[in-house]
């Protein structure tokens, strides 16, 4: 999202996102454009959103509203992403 008034159309319980951002390093099921259901606010700045496998705080900037889509999302809709193996200290 790139305006914070774009925050004023979710509907906790009712809203789906996608991420526009990677965030495998935080969790391996959070890749970019993983579908998740708003289910709360955590800060001005920070959606608690509901993923099929795991419950995330996630920045506003990093998601977009999904048009004409609501409740939870399958696996179905996730990415098939096959996560890298990470070794100590790597970012």
């Keep these: 999202m790139e305006d914070h008034a774009e925050l004023e159309k979710i509907v906790f319980g009712e809203t789906r996102v996608v ?3 990677d965030l ?6 959070l890749a970019a454009g993983s579908q998740g259901l708003v289910i709360g606010k955590l800060a001005n700045y920070t959606l608690k959103v509901a993923f099929p496998r795991v419950t995330v705080g996630v920045n ?3 998601c977009e509203v999904v048009p004409g889509k609501t409740g939870m999302p399958t696996e179905a809709d996730q990415p ?3 996560p890298k193996p990470r070794h100590m200290g790597e970012e």
């Design 19 to 21: 991420l526009t951002r």
């Design 24 to 29: 495998t390093t935080m969790n391996p099921n």
């Design 60 to 62: 506003w900037r990093d």
């Design 80 to 82: 098939k992403v096959i």
